[in-house]
């Protein structure tokens, strides 16, 4: 059984750092593409950044561009979304998606796997 599990959400104040992890088992991450995604209360999930199967390229949603980094560690099957300059409105529930494809997607539908999500919220 393929599962994600991400880690790492937590309470923080603007301005401040978290680094989200996203672990995999029953799948060999090194393959596919992997995307952050976030969706706060009342609103629809959006995709934050994602990364290439081999790491070598990645894209980001304007709203982070600059402040949020992904990145991956193939040898430990894990990805990561690094966070900075927070906002309060980056508070939402992140989820790790890993893709169908070697590049990344940014429509959920080409994601075969998801996480369940870790919460982050930023203070003011």
């Known amino acids: 059984q393929v599962q994600l599990v991400e880690s790492g959400g937590g309470l923080v104040q603007a301005g401040g750092s978290l680094r989200l992890s996203c672990a995999a088992s029953?799948?060999?991450?090194?393959?596919?593409?992997m995307g952050w995604f976030r969706q706060a209360p009342g609103k629809e999930r959006e995709f934050v950044g994602g990364?290439?199967?081999?790491?070598?390229?990645?894209r980001y949603a304007d709203s982070v561009k600059g402040r949020f980094t992904v990145s991956r560690d193939n040898a430990k099957n894990t990805v990561y979304l690094q966070m900075n300059s927070l906002k309060p409105e980056d508070t939402s529930v992140y989820s790790c998606?890993?893709?169908?494809?070697?590049?990344?997607?940014?429509?959920?539908?080409?994601?075969?796997?998801w996480g369940q999500g870790t919460q982050v919220t930023v203070s003011s």
């Open positions: 029953g799948r060999t991450l090194s393959n596919y593409a």
């Open positions: 998606a890993s893709a169908s494809t070697a590049w990344v997607p940014l429509l959920e539908g080409l994601y075969a796997y």
């Open positions: 990364i290439t199967a081999s790491g070598s390229n990645t």
